[in-house]
Nanobody, 115 residues
Framework: QVQLVESGGGLVQAGGSLKLSCAAS????????MGWYRQAPGKQRELVAE???????TYADSVKGRFTISREYAKNTVFLQMNSLKPEDTAMYYC?????????WGQGTQVTVSS
């Protein structure tokens, strides 16, 4: 059983910063990829950033240069540093893990950016 627990969301003014954390627990030898997705009201869930087992990273075009994903292997934790936040970044952010062929999701953490 794998559990993903997110933290770090909140309310911030445009131009501000937030750092999200996702801690994974359970039987995890090594994951294929971990990352963050987001879903705004009325929109589809979209990939924000992802980091693979080999440390390759992928970012949505809309966050490149503003967001940085990183990980701490020993604690099976990934982070998302979000800078220069914009109102359009407002969404529920979900942690995701691909472990083998299975997908795991966290409960989500709300990020709200006021203009």
């Amino acid at each position: 059983q794998v559990q993903l627990v997110e933290s770090g969301g909140g309310l911030v003014q445009a131009g501000g910063s937030l750092k999200l954390s996702c801690a994974a627990s359970g039987t995890i030898l090594t994951f294929n990829a971990m990352g963050w997705y987001r879903q705004a009201p009325g929109k589809q869930r979209e990939l924000v950033a992802e980091i693979t087992r080999g440390a390759s990273t992928t970012y949505a075009d809309s966050v490149k240069g503003r967001f940085t994903i990183s990980r701490e292997y020993a604690k099976n934790t990934v982070f998302l540093q979000m800078n220069s936040l914009k109102p359009e970044d407002t969404a529920m952010y979900y942690c995701h893990m691909l472990l083998g062929a299975r997908n795991y999701w966290g409960q989500g953490t709300q990020v709200t950016v006021s203009s």
